[in-house]
């Protein structure tokens, strides 16, 4: 791992390149064991690229350096009452860039009300293989100048360049914020789930949670509201916990610190240990249901989105057992990531499948380093 000073990262790049030799970009290195291992050469740390650029608390917009840690942004933000509504990295807290975070483009249940990380970038900052620096984008919201590489580079987990510099929305902190666990039977469940998401007060984030998770012995729904008024949030409370019980469905009823303790759980705070599976599923959000009806989800821990059906699952498991729920994943019209495998793994299973457009992925890996010198071997949508 080489973290050079901002004054020497562009030389040291461009001389990487002169001798065609192989480097991984890398945000603060908290999670280069997840995904396919790379194949030989350095990692180049953005760790010293760490500033806040410009905040523009009028605009609701925050120019950051790639390095910078996300949770010492969030505190930064929290000082004028702002924040990223993007979900933390899984495992250990806020641990992790904000260019990391953006290089693997992967969002949570916050996804529900702000959107994903992508839909949340204004501006971009790169630096090619052979040291060139690239800009997309801009500084205020409403800026559509430029070829769109924030799109490109968000999910592409350091295959087309290294990140050096963002501009984000930032998002009002709400006053009021409280919520709901449920438990019970799945198919009440979904129907409460589909109230939800048709309520006057959108949810904030709105959860499946697998039985290892609500501790309950029973899958549950969690559900976050924020809002400016805190009689809204009871009185929407209210009104979906009576129907929750006219189906028969035990509430939980959930304050700020009770919302937040839970929410940790549900990103496997404090579980980065490599001998785990770790796992990001993708299915049609009505899909959902069927598959937590699958045993391995009813025994590891699990949280998906409710409303976009992404999430994460990790735990213990035979690998024939992983590689089945991928195949009921696929079935249901989603898809399956294996971002870590248990050390102990003989025969390790593909990452990722090979995505449709696996020829338009190489054409563009191609265009932006045609040495192939960048996360060699690590290339979403192209199976290692």
């Given amino acids: 791992m080489i973290s050079p000073e901002p004054s020497e990262l562009q030389e040291l790049v461009r001389d990487l390149h002169q001798q065609a030799s192989p480097w991984c970009p890398a945000g603060l290195g908290s999670r280069l064991h997840w995904g396919p291992p790379a194949q030989a050469g350095a990692y180049i740390s953005a760790a010293k690229l760490d500033r806040i650029v410009e905040h523009s608390a009028g605009d609701f917009t925050v120019t950051v350096e790639a390095g910078m840690p996300l949770a010492a942004l969030q505190a930064e933000l929290g000082a004028t009452n702002q924040w990223l509504a993007v979900d933390a990295p899984w495992g250990s807290g806020h641990a992790g860039s904000v260019g990391g975070l953006v290089a693997r483009g992967l969002a949570g249940g916050l996804r529900q009300r702000y959107l994903g990380i992508r839909d949340q970038l204004i501006g971009i900052e790169v630096l090619r293989s052979d040291g060139t620096t690239a800009q997309a984008g801009g500084s205020v919201v409403k800026n559509v100048a430029g070829?769109?590489?924030?799109?490109?580079?968000?999910?592409?987990?350091?295959?087309?360049?290294?990140?050096?510099k963002l501009t984000l929305r930032t998002f009002p902190k709400q006053a009021h914020r409280a919520g709901l666990?449920?438990?019970?039977?799945?198919?009440?469940?979904?129907?409460?789930?589909?109230?939800?998401?048709?309520?006057?007060l959108m949810p904030q984030r709105l959860d499946w949670l697998s039985s290892a998770l609500t501790g309950q012995g029973q899958p549950g729904l969690l559900l976050s509201l924020v809002s400016i008024s805190q009689a809204a949030i009871?009185?929407?409370?209210?009104?979906?916990?009576?129907?929750?019980?006219?189906?028969?469905?035990?509430?939980?009823?959930?304050?700020?610190?009770?919302?937040?303790?839970?929410?940790?759980s549900a990103r496997g705070s404090g579980q980065l240990n490599e001998d785990l599976w770790l796992l990001h599923l993708g299915v049609p959000p009505a899909a959902a249901r069927s598959l937590l009806q699958e045993g391995l989800l009813q025994e590891l821990p699990c949280a998906i989105a409710a409303g976009v059906g992404q999430g994460w699952a990790w735990g213990q498991a035979p690998s024939y057992a992983i590689a089945a729920l991928r195949q009921r994943c696929e079935q249901l019209g989603g898809m399956l990531s294996v971002l870590q495998q248990p050390n102990q793994i003989a025969t390790r299973l593909p990452v990722w499948g090979d995505h449709a457009a696996r020829a338009v992925i190489e054409a563009i890996k191609r265009d932006f380093d045609p040495l192939q010198q960048l996360n060699r071997g690590r290339l979403p949508g192209i199976q290692a």
């Fill in 181 to 200: 666990l449920w438990t019970g039977e799945l198919t009440a469940l979904e129907r409460l789930r589909k109230e939800c998401l048709a309520a006057a």
């Fill in 147 to 164: 070829y769109d590489l924030m799109r490109l580079f968000c999910g592409s987990w350091g295959s087309l360049g290294l990140i050096t």
């Fill in 234 to 264: 009871a009185e929407q409370l209210q009104e979906l916990e009576a129907q929750a019980s006219q189906i028969g469905l035990a509430t939980r009823s959930l304050d700020r610190d009770a919302l937040e303790a839970l929410e940790d």
